[in-house]
Structure formats: C-alpha cells, structure tokens
C-alpha cells in the first residue's frame, strides 16, 4: 500500500513562506489501489487541487472520495478538483450518514450561491453519494472500514487494510474528551478498533498541552494525547496529522521532538506529516 | 479485527456522562447487555460495576427481584413491566416505581426512567436508565 499526503494542514490553509516544509494545504491524502485507473482519495481539504491534476494526467477514470466529516477544512477542495470536471469520470463520494439531510444535499451546499457559481448538478462527471456502512467494505482490493469518532458532528475515521498492511486515518480526532486515554480499554475508546494495530495511523496533533487545555471540546488532540493514543492501540508508527494553522514550520519541528520524547523506548519514533511524503505500507 | 469492536461513539459518550452523573444512571446496548453502571448507581445496588462486568441486563436486573407496588402492595415484576425492558423491545421511553433487594440485602424502594438511545442514522444503540431513590 503506497499512502501520499497531499495536505496534512488542520482548519485553514495556511500558504506562505513560513509552511514551506511541511505544506500549507488541508487535509487531504490518497491510498494506492490495485486497479491503476481508480484512485481512494481521504478527505478533500485544499490538497486535492493539486492531486486531483495529477489524477486527470494518469487518465484515472474511478474516484473513490472518502470524506471523515465535512468541516470545511476537509471539503473545501472538492470544487476545485479536476475529475470532477471531467465527463469520462466517475466519482463516488462516502461520507457519514445523516437523518435529516442526504449526503448529497450537505455537501451541495457548498455548490450554491453565495459561496459557489455553479450548482452541484451542472459538474459533468458522474457523481453519486454514498453514506458510509456500519460493516466494513471493499475497493478494488482495499477493505475498509469506518466508526464515528470523537469530533463535533458526525465523523468518522477510516482502517484501510490491504495485503496484510494497515492504514488508520483519524485525522480530526479528540478522544481525551471523554477521560484519560490510558484508563481505557480499545472497545471504549473512540476509533480503538479503527486504529488497533495499524501499521501506520494518521492521527491528530494540533496542540502542545498548555495549548489544549483552552481548546477541549474543539475536537482536536494535543502531541501528548496523539503519542499515548497510539500506544494504547499498539501502532506501529504515529505520524501527526492535522497542523495547528497558527504553527510554522520551526513550531512545528518542536511539537514533533516533543513527541519523540513523549515515546515508550521501543516503539518507533513519531513523526511529521508533511505535504508529498509517501508513506510505504507493506 | 482481533481487536473488540469499538463500543457505538454514542455509547462512549454516554457512558463518559454517566460517570459524572450523582443520579444512579446505568447503559446496556442494542442487545440488552449491560455494558455500564455509575458509582451512584453501584451505592444503590450494593456492588461496583468493575465486579459484575457486562452481563445480560435481565439476568442482572432480575437478582434485585423487583416488586411493583400498585396501590402500595409489593408483587413480583414480570419483565414486561421493566422499563429498561420496554425501552429496549418498545423504543420507547417508560418509567415504574420498584422495590429492589440490593445485594448488600437492603430493601429499597426506587423509581426507574429508561430511554432508547439512536445515533445520527437513526440506529438503535441502547438505553440509559436513571435509578431515582424514593
């Protein structure tokens, strides 16, 4: 499994000289599949402008669009994303389930005026919407699976297993609001099954703790949080996700030693999600 | 997945407010399995919860024997009457006044409000019920 982050920013797109590093644009990441024509894409944060570009030069003909929630931050790209302006292309786009408003209908809100010219049923590429199932699911080979986690209004994190390789991506993810961490079995901790024994988990980090402490309930996780989430689910690597707008590329680079330091010895290191990093899963 | 299922986020929640609760308030899922009862709730029924562990919440409710008390005389309770039974084969909300023998032997007279529980797709989760000591 070959993971790409084309946007690992939390909130708000942050261009400039001081996000150089580690990339300004908002979630957004893609998951290889066996099939070279379709393309699994996680979320649609500003990083799926430029993925999406790249998309329409492989001649990809299947998107598979999996959305965690649809705070802003991770829906805003989906306009500007070149398949679906494209009519030889089908999209699917999952994403949690709600009894009041269809997937569809919340997501076109965003394809509206004011905010947006041209209505959701003018793109030309085939779009259908799909809620997320409760029982796991296949793409082309990928099996994955979805529980709705700890995070203002209905979100999910996703388990992308194929080939005996894990990916856990819980990119918008608090599970401290409901008490320590430590003191929690996986089956009573937010996203532990999602998350259990992932090769690699894509988790929140957007806070150092005194930072938190004026933040809980936002729905985000602090770098001590993220380490001892990974620990109690047994992830093999812990990369920090969803970056604090506010941060540079400097403030990051010490929320990630922190996280180092923060690391059982023996577990591998923690590190910094950043814009083009290519993650192998084998 | 080795790994248990992660319990409904709703559940987790639930269970997370219950610990804050003074009011004797316990959780069972869509089942009928109790998966949690408070502190408060442990007072009134003699035993903590990390003692009984999840268990079917029939089997569990059933060892306080519960009596109705219509017009003041106390008769066994046939499941039917329970509301945590109601809210679990009914949906519904429903509420009773009960005699229990709490396992520290203690007769107690308490009143028990239960609701069903349905997450954002309009799932059935579970229940809560409150334990209000009379």
Same mark, same amino acid.
């Given at each position: 499994?070959?993971?790409?982050?084309?946007?690992?920013?939390?909130?708000?797109?942050?261009?400039?000289?001081?996000?150089?590093?580690?990339?300004?644009?908002?979630?957004?990441?893609?998951?290889?599949?066996?099939?070279?024509?379709?393309?699994?894409?996680?979320?649609? +944060?500003?990083?799926?402008?430029?993925?999406?570009?790249?998309?329409?030069?492989?001649?990809?003909?299947?998107?598979?669009?999996?959305?965690?929630?649809?705070?802003?931050?991770?829906?805003?790209?989906?306009?500007?994303?070149?398949?679906?302006?494209?009519?030889?292309?089908?999209?699917?786009?999952?994403?949690?389930?709600?009894?009041?408003?269809?997937?569809?209908?919340?997501?076109?809100?965003?394809?509206?005026?004011?905010?947006?010219?041209?209505?959701?049923?003018?793109?030309?590429?085939?779009?259908?919407?799909?809620?997320?199932?409760?029982?796991?699911?296949? /793409?082309?080979?990928?099996?994955?699976?979805?529980?709705?986690?700890?995070?203002?209004?209905?979100?999910?994190?996703?388990?992308?297993?194929?080939?005996?390789?894990?990916?856990?991506?819980?990119?918008?993810?608090?599970?401290?609001?409901? +008490?320590? /961490?430590?003191?929690?079995?996986?089956?009573?901790?937010? +996203?532990?099954? /999602?998350?259990?024994?992932?090769?690699?988990?894509?988790?929140?980090?957007?806070?150092? =703790?005194?930072?938190?402490?004026?933040? /809980?309930?936002?729905?985000?996780?602090?770098?001590?949080?993220?380490?001892?989430?990974?620990?109690?689910? #047994?992830?093999?690597?812990?990369?920090?996700?969803?970056?604090?707008?506010?941060?540079?590329?400097?403030?990051?680079?010490?929320?990630? =030693?922190?996280?180092?330091?923060?690391?059982?010895?023996?577990?591998?290191?923690?590190?910094?999600?950043?814009? #083009?990093?290519?993650?192998?899963?084998? | 997945?080795?790994?248990?299922?992660?319990?409904?986020? $709703?559940?987790?929640?639930?269970?997370?407010?219950?610990?804050?609760?003074?009011?004797?308030?316990?959780?069972?899922?869509?089942?009928?399995?109790?998966?949690?009862?408070?502190?408060?709730?442990?007072? $009134?029924?003699?035993?903590?919860?990390?003692?009984?562990?999840?268990?079917?919440?029939?089997?569990?409710?059933?060892?306080?024997?519960?009596?109705?008390?219509?017009?003041? $005389?106390?008769?066994?309770?046939?499941?039917?009457?329970?509301?945590?039974?109601?809210?679990?084969?009914?949906?519904?909300?429903?509420?009773?006044?009960?005699?229990?023998?709490?396992?520290?032997?203690?007769?107690?007279?308490?009143?028990?409000?239960?609701?069903?529980?349905?997450?954002?797709?309009?799932?059935?989760?579970?229940?809560?019920?409150?334990?209000?000591?009379?």
């Amino acid at each position: 499994m070959r993971v790409t982050i084309w946007g690992c920013r939390g909130s708000l797109a942050t261009p400039g000289v001081e996000t150089v590093r580690y990339g300004g644009n908002t979630s957004c990441v893609e998951v290889s599949t066996s099939d070279e024509r379709t393309a699994l894409v996680l979320d649609a +944060g500003t990083g799926i402008r430029r993925l999406g570009l790249e998309l329409v030069e492989r001649g990809i003909e299947h998107v598979h669009l999996c959305l965690t929630h649809l705070h802003l931050d991770h829906l805003e790209g989906l306009r500007f994303f070149a398949p679906l302006w494209d009519e030889r292309v089908t999209l699917d786009v999952w994403g949690p389930p709600s009894p009041v408003v269809t997937l569809r209908e919340r997501i076109a809100r965003s394809f509206s005026p004011p905010l947006f010219p041209i209505d959701l049923r003018r793109v030309p590429a085939r779009v259908s919407f799909r809620d997320i199932p409760r029982e796991p699911w296949a /793409i082309d080979g990928v099996t994955l699976s979805a529980e709705l986690v700890m995070h203002p209004g209905p979100t999910v994190g996703f388990r992308i297993e194929e080939g005996g390789a894990t990916l856990a991506y819980l990119p918008d993810h608090e599970p401290a609001l409901v +008490g320590p /961490i430590a003191e929690r079995t996986r089956d009573w901790l937010s +996203g532990g099954s /999602i998350a259990a024994d992932a090769d690699v988990l894509l988790h929140d980090a957007q806070y150092f =703790a005194d930072e938190y402490d004026d933040r /809980i309930g936002w729905g985000h996780s602090s770098v001590e949080d993220a380490v001892t989430y990974a620990h109690m689910v #047994g992830a093999r690597r812990l990369v920090l996700f969803h970056h604090e707008p506010d941060r540079g590329d400097s403030s990051l680079e010490r929320l990630g =030693a922190q996280a180092r330091l923060l690391a059982a010895e023996g577990e591998s290191e923690p590190v910094l999600a950043r814009e #083009g990093m290519v993650l192998e899963l084998a | 997945m080795d790994t248990p299922r992660q319990k409904h986020l $709703v559940l987790i929640l639930a269970r997370e407010f219950a610990s804050n609760l003074s009011t004797p308030t316990l959780i069972a899922d869509e089942g009928g399995r109790l998966v949690f009862y408070n502190e408060a709730a442990a007072a $009134v029924t003699g035993t903590p919860f990390a003692e009984i562990g999840e268990v079917p919440l029939d089997e569990w409710t059933a060892s306080f024997v519960p009596r109705t008390l219509d017009d003041d $005389v106390a008769d066994p309770a046939p499941a039917e009457r329970r509301p945590t039974r109601i809210a679990l084969d009914e949906r519904r909300p429903s509420h009773e006044r009960f005699l229990i023998t709490s396992r520290d032997g203690v007769e107690r007279e308490v009143e028990i409000s239960a609701f069903p529980l349905f997450a954002h797709a309009d799932e059935f989760i579970g229940i809560v019920a409150i334990f209000w000591r009379t």
